[in-house]
Every structure is written in C-alpha cells, then in structure tokens.
T-cell receptor
Framework: DAKTTQPNSMESNEEEPVHLPCNHS???????IHWYRQLPSQGPEYVIH???SNVNNRMASLAIAEDRKSSTLILHRATLRDAAVYYCILRRSDSWGKLQFGAGTQVVVTP | DSGVTQTPKHLITATGQRVTLRCSPRSGDLSVYWYQQSLDQGLQFLIQYYNGEERAKGNILERFSAQQFPDLHSELNLSSLELGDSALYFCASSVTGNPTGELFFGEGSRLTVL
C-alpha cells in the first residue's frame, strides 16, 4: 500500500485558516485520497476525499497537486472544536474499502 | 452521533480470559470494519466484513476472531488475552465496501487487561 507522510503537529490560532500537508509520492492512479480526523476520546470522523480534482464540503477543502503526489487539507477558519488528529489516507480502489491509518497530524488551536 | 453502536464501552478483565465486543452498524450499512487503537501502534485495521462475508484482513491475531451476522451486527472475539491487548477497539460501518464511501466510526470499546 502506498504511504503518506504528514507533519507530527501543527498549531493555529482560532479563526485562522489551517493548511495541513500530506505527501504521497508513491500514489497510484486509482488511489483515492481520504482525510479523517479524531477528536479526543472519540472515534475517527470522515472529513473529505478526492481523486484528482479539488474538493470542497462544509467541513473543509482538499487541494490535490496536479501530479497527485501531495495534497493539502484546508480548514478555512479553525475553531477550538477542530483540535484533533488529522489523518491523510490513501484508499485503493481494489482494497474493499479498508483504511490504513498513519500517525496523522495533531492540530492544536489556540484561542 | 455516528449511528454505530458499540458495547460494552468499557471492559476490564484478566490475562487469559476471553471477551466479546459487539457492534451494531448504521441502519442500511452492509460493511463493518474493526480497528484496534493502542498508544504504541496507533489505529490498526483488523478485519472487514461485507454482508456477512469476510472481505479484507489486516493485522488481526490468530487469538482474535470476528463475524458478521445475518442482521448485520458484528462481534469481535478476543481470547487468551494478554496485557498488550489492552486498547480501544473501534467498529466502523459503511454502505458498501466502495473506496469512495465514508466510514462511520463508533465511540469504541476500551479493553483493559490486568
């Protein structure tokens, strides 16, 4: 399975945008890029996913590089509730949907 | 609330014992996944079922087994428990096993082995 690389942690001020990078240089053409987050003492929660084009939803935006070897999750205005571990995951189209989590990025939001 | 229900929320047992964790997926979801989260290993995929059949296997020990029943609920059985099995066990469900689908996670079952 292709691997992802994320920074261990990032800090942001409340109401500021947060850009979370993810490198996936060995991504294959049929790998989907998924982002999940895990708030303290909770199960992981879906954030967004994409294949080639940039994606937006109510929670975040996903910007995918043209060569697909990296992507960036954008939280437009961080709130205290966004403090969580964010996981960038590649999901193979033939993998029957299993998600392989890495270490993720711990996001700290400061008031 | 994700709609995925896991019981029990907390479980304390002794080494060598056997426990069963239960998961009720969201209504209509056919696929169930089990994950283990420990401090040193992070979130590890264990096994996936789709409509009663095993579809994918991860780092699941031979002492562990799982099944998905006709009503789609799933059980994870852990036997000959060791101290290192202490962890949070998460169940997730999705409509299908489609890689574009969203997984919904339960709140987890915290197992402590003494």
């Amino acid at each position: 399975d292709a691997k992802t690389t994320q920074p261990n942690s990032m800090e942001s001020n409340e109401e500021e945008p947060v850009h979370l990078p993810c490198n996936h240089s060995t991504i294959s053409g049929t790998d989907y890029i998924h982002w999940y987050r895990q708030l303290p003492s909770q199960g992981p929660e879906y954030v967004i996913h994409g294949l080639t084009s940039n994606v937006n939803n109510r929670m975040a935006s996903l910007a995918i590089a043209e060569d697909r070897k990296s992507s960036t999750l954008i939280l437009h205005r961080a709130t205290l509730r966004d403090a969580a571990v964010y996981y960038c995951i590649l999901r193979r189209s033939d993998s029957w949907g299993k998600l392989q989590f890495g270490a993720g990025t711990q996001v700290v939001v400061t008031p | 609330d994700s709609g995925v229900t896991q019981t029990p929320k907390h479980l304390i047992t002794a080494t060598g014992q056997r426990v069963t964790l239960r998961c009720s997926p969201r209504s209509g979801d056919l696929s169930v996944y089990w994950y283990q989260q420990s401090l040193d290993q992070g979130l590890q995929f264990l096994i996936q079922y789709y409509n009663g059949e095993e579809r994918a296997k991860g780092n699941i020990l031979e002492r562990f087994s799982a099944q998905q029943f006709p009503d789609l609920h799933s059980e994870l059985n852990l036997s000959s428990l060791e101290l290192g099995d202490s962890a949070l066990y998460f169940c997730a469900s999705s409509v299908t096993g489609n890689p574009t689908g969203e997984l919904f996670f339960g709140e987890g079952s915290r197992l402590t082995v003494l």
